[in-house]
């Protein structure tokens, strides 16, 4: 008997050198010609059409579905657009949504219980997490993500939260792949450490 593949959680961030991965003072989109997160070349886009043509569904916290809402009904900044458009998200809120936006349902309740009943959903795909970071770093803290993508941008900043934010001891990663950009930015896979 041919086992199905189970659904996975795949949390995926920008970040900087310094391991910012979100920062107050810049806007999305990004509003700056200074520092910012890794410019979308070729191999960057390659990385991200396969990152999203592996997911099925989205987990959103609550902050960045009111920004994605309001910002990707109406770009066309593709892959991503289409993608992010058409999948199927979920929305980690205790508040009822106040826009459509394609298939979205709001969810509530504790993480586990979500996830789980996520990777219950028929498919094969993986559970997407992109950006959310208060949600991301719930998820760490709670060990539910099964695979940390980041693409790495070659800038420090000082100023933005980091994923290691809240969480209550080292959590280690083994490193799955490495690919360099010509831009100068990484896009690096880790999956949770065997203990």
Same mark, same amino acid.
């Given at each position: 008997?041919?086992?199905?593949?189970?659904?996975?959680?795949?949390?995926?961030?920008?970040?900087?050198?310094?391991?910012?991965?979100?920062?107050?003072?810049?806007?999305?989109?990004?509003?700056?010609?200074?520092?910012?997160?890794?410019?979308?070349?070729?191999?960057?886009?390659?990385?991200?059409? @396969?990152?999203? $043509?592996?997911?099925?569904?989205?987990?959103?916290?609550?902050?960045?579905?009111?920004?994605?809402?309001?910002?990707?009904?109406?770009?066309?900044?593709?892959?991503?657009?289409?993608?992010?458009?058409?999948?199927? @998200?979920?929305?980690?809120?205790?508040?009822?949504?106040?826009?459509?936006?394609?298939?979205?349902?709001?969810?509530?309740?504790?993480?586990?219980?979500?996830?789980?009943?996520? @990777?219950?959903?028929? *498919?094969? *795909?993986?559970?997407?997490?992109?950006?959310?970071?208060?949600?991301?770093?719930?998820?760490?803290?709670?060990?539910?993500?099964?695979?940390?993508?980041?693409?790495?941008?070659?800038?420090?900043?000082?100023?933005?939260?980091?994923?290691?934010?809240?969480?209550?001891?080292?959590?280690?990663? $083994?490193?799955?792949?490495?690919?360099?950009?010509?831009?100068?930015?990484?896009?690096?896979?880790?999956?949770?450490?065997?203990?």
């Amino acid at each position: 008997m041919t086992q199905t593949p189970a659904r996975r959680v795949l949390l995926f961030t920008i970040c900087s050198l310094d391991g910012a991965v979100d920062d107050p003072t810049r806007g999305f989109p990004a509003e700056t010609d200074g520092p910012a997160p890794p410019s979308y070349d070729e191999v960057m886009i390659e990385q991200e059409l @396969k990152l999203i $043509e592996r997911q099925d569904v989205v987990l959103l916290g609550r902050g960045m579905y009111d920004e994605w809402s309001r910002y990707w009904p109406t770009s066309d900044a593709q892959p991503f657009a289409d993608f992010i458009n058409g999948v199927r @998200k979920y929305v980690v809120t205790s508040r009822p949504l106040d826009r459509d936006w394609g298939d979205t349902t709001a969810v509530s309740g504790p993480l586990p219980d979500l996830v789980g009943e996520l @990777k219950a959903l028929p *498919g094969t *795909g993986d559970i997407g997490v992109h950006g959310s970071i208060t949600l991301a770093q719930s998820l760490l803290a709670e060990g539910l993500v099964d695979e940390l993508q980041l693409a790495v941008a070659p800038v420090l900043d000082p100023v933005g939260r980091r994923l290691s934010d809240g969480l209550g001891d080292l959590s280690r990663f $083994e490193l799955v792949d490495c690919v360099r950009a010509p831009s100068g930015g990484l896009w690096l896979t880790y999956r949770p450490a065997a203990v």
